[in-house]
């Protein structure tokens, strides 16, 4: 039974186009995340949300909107895409308020922009 | 601000010998948390230790464990025993406890049969 799951798993699409991936986790947890990992593999957090609340955002362009309509989801929506959006996508959760517990992350999202 | 450092980009070890992961931070913070984790090629990101920075004692998890040095802001990853399949990337991160988790570049890992 999958813990956190991303949907789709592969993206491609057309530069300009508006696309959204989706995330559910299954473990009860109050936080989830989104973060980047670019080609050189560089992991960075652009958004944390907690009771789905936003706590984190960082200084993500507006194109990026996340929304968690409840504590196991949270979704990203991203407008009028452009070639620098390419990268892999991970959604992570992690238990309780404290903000330093392990997290848990999906498989990923490859968004391939063309 | 703080930052996390992984000075080696590639590491090789031979199957069944010991290796030893580097990782340094900066932080003005007394209280945080450090975390290395695993991406195999599959691209899942596996936790593999965890240390609170109260903790003057090491984290171990098997053939995992870590060498803490606060003073120095050294956080090095031992894996013991290697095998094949601990070949990955890994990366070191740090929070202090507010919902950011700020990573490392990471090391690639080879073990050579």
């Known amino acids: 039974d999958t813990a956190v799951s991303q949907t789709p798993k592969y993206l491609v699409t057309q530069m300009g186009n508006d696309k959204s991936i989706k995330c559910e986790q299954n473990l009860g947890h109050d936080t989830m995340y989104w973060y980047k990992q670019d080609s050189k593999k560089f992991l960075k957090i652009m958004f944390s949300y907690n009771n789905k609340e936003l706590i984190i955002n960082e200084t993500v362009p507006n194109r990026f909107s996340p929304k968690s309509p409840d504590k196991a989801h949270l979704n990203l929506h991203i407008n009028s895409l452009e070639l620098g959006d390419s990268a892999v996508y991970f959604c992570?959760?992690?238990?309780?308020?404290?903000?330093?517990?392990?997290?848990?992350f999906g498989p990923g999202t490859r968004l391939t922009v063309l | 601000a703080q930052t996390v450092t992984q000075s080696q980009p590639e590491m090789s070890v031979q199957e069944a010998e010991t290796v030893t992961l580097s990782c340094t931070y900066d932080?003005?913070?007394?209280?945080?948390?450090l975390f290395w984790y695993k991406q195999p090629p599959s691209r899942q990101m596996i936790l593999v230790i965890r240390q609170e920075a109260y903790k003057q004692q090491n984290a171990t998890e098997n053939r995992f464990s870590v060498n803490f040095q606060k003073a120095a802001k050294s956080f090095s990853l031992k894996i013991s025993d290697s095998q094949l399949g601990d070949a990955a990337m890994y990366f070191c991160a740090y929070t202090s406890g507010t919902y950011k988790y700020i990573f490392g570049t990471g090391t690639r890992l080879k073990v050579l049969a």
């Open positions: 992570a959760s992690s238990q309780g308020v404290q903000g330093h517990n392990e997290q848990f």
């Open positions: 932080t003005s913070e007394s209280d945080y948390y």
